[in-house]
């Protein structure tokens, strides 16, 4: 028995990094899980290796910042799967600049991405979820940047605080249908968004990452302790199960310690 049995989930960039490993757990642990991302090879692979266990998938490549993508994503699960139970928002980049040198086009990319896509796709999965006795789940993936600010992300930190009180409207707006709506603030998590800057990947044509400096002082906090995205999808899994049936507009904190 999986605790997601007959379930069916869509998880926004789930090609790679925590949205993958959220994938792989809800897969195993019985869903039935819509992969999306921008990029189709990486959410191919997500597919391959969900299918190589015989966990049930589908692939949706879909920009989250377009309203009507949005929409085809949630009716990939609608249409293929006849529902849709839960919904991960957990797409999301990041464009670090300090304040004066931040660009219109850093703050409009990461805001849109980060806090547009998570409403567009909210907003499209009202069709499959305001109904009676739906008992559906949403979680939207935050950061420690979204509680505490942090230098070099204005618009991330924005972006992720304005994921909050979404949050908490969504768990107002639907809790009648019996829809849990949840945030899970994330500290430091192995993936490219946080490898060293210097070396990193480029991302939309920017490199992504965090200067090598602030990264170590930043792993010596965690007593050098760094979430993998394993690691990370396992909150998400809690949020998502029957376990967590009256927990709504809360932020779990899943930071190793770097906010309290
Ligand atoms: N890594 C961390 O330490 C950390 C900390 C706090 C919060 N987060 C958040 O966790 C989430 C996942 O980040 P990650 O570290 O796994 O990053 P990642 O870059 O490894 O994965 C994010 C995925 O989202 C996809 N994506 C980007 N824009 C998209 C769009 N418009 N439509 C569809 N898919 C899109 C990317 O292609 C990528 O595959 C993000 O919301 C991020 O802000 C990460």
Known sequence: MGKL???????????????????????REGATVVINDIDIAPAQETVTEIQAFGGKTAVCVADITKAEESQKLMDT??????????????????????????????????????????????????????????????????????????????????AKAGIIGLTKTVAKEWASYGITCNAIAYGFVDT???????????????????????RDMMIMQLAGKVMTPEDAAKPVLFLASEDAAFITGNVLNVTAGLYM
Not at 124 to 143: E, L
Not at 204 to 209: A, I, L, S
């Open 77 to 158: 699960a609608g249409e293929k799967f006849g529902k849709l139970d839960i919904l991960v928002n957990n797409a999301g980049i990041t464009r670090d600049a300090l304040i004066p040198r931040m660009t219109d086009a850093g703050w409009d990319t990461c805001i849109n991405i980060n806090l547009k896509g998570t409403f567009n796709c909210i907003r499209a999965a009202s069709k499959y979820m305001m109904k009676d006795g739906h008992n559906g789940r949403i979680i939207n993936v935050t950061s420690v940047a979204g509680l505490m600010g942090n230098v070099g992300q204005i618009n991330y930190s924005a």
């Open 192 to 214: 490219r968004l946080t490898r060293e800057k210097e070396t990193g990947e480029e991302v939309m044509g920017k490199k992504v990452g965090i200067p090598k400096k602030i």
């Open 5 to 27: 049995d007959g379930k069916v989930a869509v998880i926004t960039g789930s090609g790679r990094g925590i949205g993958k490993a959220i994938a792989i757990l809800f897969a």
